[in-house]
């Protein structure tokens, strides 16, 4: 158990929609980021955050954002849904941003 | 950005043989450089990792090497087992800021 927590497990939604997916980092963990993983894909770095503030964006779309909570917590939110967005996204959480991730194990969303 | 290169794509290997996996970068500033596992299912698990002031680390079966004049670190998996069939993602981090995946190595180990 790596100490992230990622809800839901599974998302199963319609195009245009829109869905928030959430995640708690592991105690301790100032930094948050978000990826992206589509099928037989690599891990896409859409956005990290520490203690709240935006540290840095990847291929994040205009219709995704982002934020951190002060009791740590991250959302993403992902508006307009289109079938190429589903995948799974991964939550990962890191102590200081210079040591390793610990990965959440994911929510699979599936637009239909 | 940083430009992270993972080869191969696939790889299986008989249990018992080594497993070799390579990964190229491209910015010289990136200090930091993970390996991760990924089972099916899961979200990908830190085995170990190399720092830019050390060349290689080890521990077990699996080791690591940096050459950071090459641009280039390896992983390296000996006495294979059936549980060391994974996916593989290599990443490279600049100052933790960012961590930039290599596209992962699907390792399949036969018994």
């Known amino acids: 158990d790596s100490g992230v927590t990622q809800t839901p497990k599974h998302l199963i939604t319609a195009t245009g929609q829109r869905v928030t997916l959430r995640c708690s980092p592991r105690?301790?963990?100032?930094?948050v980021y978000w990826y992206q993983q589509s099928l037989d894909q690599g891990l896409q770095f859409l956005i990290h955050?520490?203690?709240?503030?935006?540290?840095a964006k990847g291929n994040i779309l205009e219709r995704f954002s982002a934020q951190q909570f002060p009791d740590l917590h991250s959302e993403l939110n992902l508006s307009s849904l289109e079938l190429g967005d589903s995948a799974l996204y991964f939550c990962?959480?890191?102590?200081?941003?210079?040591?390793?991730?610990?990965f959440g194990s994911g929510t699979r969303l599936t637009v239909v | 950005g940083e430009n992270v290169e993972q080869h191969p794509s696939t790889l299986s290997v008989q249990e018992g043989d080594s497993a070799v996996i390579k990964c190229t970068y491209s910015?010289?500033?990136?200090?930091?450089f993970p390996w991760y596992k990924q089972e099916l299912g899961k979200g990908p698990q830190l085995i170990i990792d190399?720092?830019?002031?050390?060349g290689e680390k080890k521990d077990q079966r699996i080791a690591v090497t940096l050459n950071k004049t090459a641009k280039h670190f390896s992983l390296h998996i000996t006495e294979t087992q059936p549980e060391d069939s994974a996916v593989y993602f290599c990443?490279?981090?600049?100052?933790?800021?960012?961590?930039?995946f290599g596209t992962g190595t699907s390792l399949t180990v036969i018994p």
């Open positions: 190399i720092r830019s002031n050390v």
């Open positions: 955050y520490y203690n709240g503030e935006e540290r």
């Open positions: 990962a959480s890191s102590t200081s941003g210079t040591d390793d991730l610990a």
């Open positions: 990443a490279a981090s600049i100052a933790g800021n960012q961590f930039y």
């Open positions: 910015d010289s500033a990136s200090n930091y």
């Open positions: 105690s301790g963990d100032l930094s």
